[in-house]
């Protein structure tokens, strides 16, 4: 794909759905195709809104669209395995929302998919491609703090949220956890990689979804992770990367950071700034379109293996906090 246009096709046109259809034109080469919907009005209002060549009232169509070179899986999260199979076995590339599917064997049985239908996929996990935190790393890696000795980030948002929302709702794989929890673990696997322990506690809605959580992992180095994620509370939203010779701290915000600051001992701090327009969601993509041209069929920055390890952390971490979702397929 070298040297053309990357044809996008977005699959469920919903909120976060618009948010990254108005980063897209940020990207060089990303050509916005086609939508699809479960409804042709909503697929015709979002297309209009947003510039998209076609509408198709179904998520079959959209699939099967020839237009389209790679589709991106913007559902509630239990649809995700569903809409993205179709994808990948009519052979588009597929970028997937995180969480990729609601546990692991699911998220196992799409990259199989994937990889027997030799197509890229990739689970849209913005942060590990925003500049600031591939910044962070690369300090990280090359010593600038010394040994990792601790990892702390909060995710929460301000309640309280009613009943029906979806946030609420089992069979929409709601809670804490997976929307916002999956960060900070991210963020943790980062920079830590795999944990030898998982201590985890929730307190739990009337639904049986995580209201808020707290996490604590444990690692083979002797290093900590201390994590928490909420849907009752508006927390700091913020990170620090704490090692031997020094901290990295990143400001509320730190899914999509645009700074963070670099503090050592008998040395000024310094931050380091990243300007960069929209929302932060044109990073994704901007990697899968590199993959696409580099004829790479996952992201060295996203990996499927990263996709399934942090799957397996989530899955044990609601195994220990009591949560579970209906199965959809």
């Not at 913020?238 to 400001?251: E, H, M």
């Not at 696409?292 to 609601?318: F, K, W």
Request: glycine share 10%; proline share 6%.
């Amino acid at each position: 794909m070298t040297g053309q246009n990357v044809r996008w096709g977005i699959l469920g046109p919903g909120g976060i759905a618009a948010t990254f259809a108005a980063d897209l034109p940020l990207v060089p080469g990303a050509e916005l195709a086609a939508v699809g919907s479960r409804n042709q009005a909503t697929a015709d209002a979002f297309a209009e809104r947003f510039g998209f060549a076609r509408a198709h009232g179904s998520y079959t169509a959209l699939a099967a669209d020839d237009g389209v070179d790679v589709v991106y899986v913007a559902t509630p999260h239990a649809f995700h395995l569903a809409g993205a199979l179709e994808c990948v076995e009519a052979g588009k590339a597929v970028l997937v929302e995180k969480p990729i599917t609601l546990d692991l064997p699911s998220a196992a049985r799409l990259i199989e998919a994937a990889r027997a239908n030799r197509v890229f996929l990739m689970e849209a996990m913005w942060m590990r491609c925003n500049p600031a935190i591939r910044k962070a790393a690369e300090l990280v890696e090359e010593g600038a703090i010394g040994w990792v000795s601790a990892i702390h980030a909060d995710f929460g948002l301000q309640g309280p949220f009613a009943a029906e929302h979806r946030l609420r709702a089992p069979e929409l794989g709601g809670g804490a956890l997976l929307d916002l929890g999956v960060y900070p673990i991210h963020l943790a696997h980062l920079f830590l990689g795999l944990p030898i322990s998982v201590q985890a506690w929730a307190h739990l809605t009337p639904e049986r979804v995580d209201e808020h959580t707290g996490v604590l992992l444990g690692y083979q180095s002797g290093a900590v992770a201390a994590l928490t994620c909420s849907i009752n509370g508006a927390s700091r939203n913020a990170a620090s990367i704490t090692g031997t010779d020094g901290r990295i701290d990143i400001p509320p915000g730190f899914m999509v950071p645009r700074s963070f600051t670099l503090s050592r001992p008998e040395k000024a701090p310094e931050t380091f700034t990243f300007d960069f327009p929209g929302n932060g969601y044109q990073f994704e993509a901007a990697e899968v379109q590199r993959c696409l041209a580099a004829g790479e069929l996952e992201s060295p920055i996203v990996s499927q293996t990263t996709t399934l390890e942090v799957m397996n952390l989530l899955d044990s971490i609601r195994d220990q906090i009591g949560v579970t979702y209906p199965s959809l397929l």
